[in-house]
């Protein structure tokens, strides 16, 4: 919900306002069902059945809901119109006495955060993968390496994350044990500070990451709304696969020494 008004803000319509079809395909829309329901209320009151008035009522409501659909359908492509629904229907009066509701049938106990929450780099994928999927054919094309780059910043920051659980866990423990040799207690201290090193490194590596993927999403937001340019999407592509290949021998580096040990 939050990035659909993030979307909206930006401007972001997928083809600005309503194009010259998409209010004809209103108007007869609103034609259809307004002759519909005259011939309606007419076709109740005949007696006997009046025919060509149950034909009218047929004709102008197939009009009306299949014009209606297409309209639908057109705003949709310019405009997240369900999530806008859900938003305003769990953000207004119904969806806070629906929680509430809800609150009374269930315990305060919190759900895990891997059943709440989805890491932020899959969510900037998803988003950045729907817009460059809306984006018109020739620009799709230009920047037809914009997938792949994304997909591998993905990675790189799932892998960057779990290490950095891993060695988060790993320094979640430490200290000197009774009276060690002054050898051993060297050592330890010394693999201590490398691991601290490398935790802060790979926190720094998953930033970047994320903030690549961000800024790819963003500008992709900016081209939808007519203020970016693809040379500048370009531009950002190059960063994101020099950080890729960083992020990459950063990771070939720990198996080489992985292996040596």
Do not use: C
């Amino acid at each position: 919900i939050d990035r659909s008004r993030e979307e909206r803000s930006f401007g972001l319509g997928h083809g600005g306002g309503p194009s010259a079809f998409e209010r004809f395909l209103r108007w007869i829309s609103g034609v259809g069902l307004g002759i519909g329901v005259f011939a309606l209320a007419g076709y109740a009151a005949s007696d006997p059945p009046n025919i060509p008035l149950a034909i009218t009522l047929m004709w102008s409501m197939t009009a009306g809901v299949a014009s209606g659909i297409g309209a639908l359908v057109m705003l949709q492509r310019r405009r997240d119109v369900d999530a806008e629904f859900w938003g305003r229907l769990w953000t207004g009066r119904v969806g806070r006495w629906l929680f509430g509701v809800a609150r009374m049938f269930t315990g305060t106990k919190a759900l895990p955060a891997s059943l709440t929450h989805r890491p932020t780099e899959l969510a900037l994928g998803m988003a950045a993968e729907q817009l460059y999927e809306t984006l018109p054919k020739e620009t799709r094309r230009q920047l037809r390496d914009l997938p792949d780059v994304v997909h591998r910043l993905e990675q790189d920051a799932q892998r960057m994350r779990a290490r950095l659980e891993e060695l988060q866990e790993a320094l979640s423990d430490v200290g000197h044990h009774g009276n060690p040799d002054p050898a051993i207690a060297a050592r330890h201290d010394r693999i201590v500070a490398d691991l601290s090193a490398e935790r802060d490194l790979v926190q720094q590596r998953l930033k970047d990451a994320v903030a690549a993927l961000e800024t790819i999403r963003l500008n992709l937001l900016r081209l939808h709304a007519g203020t970016g340019s693809v040379r500048s999407l370009t531009t950002d592509l190059g960063l994101a696969r020099e950080l890729a290949r960083d992020i990459d021998a950063h990771v070939d580096g720990l198996r080489e020494v992985e292996d040596a040990l």
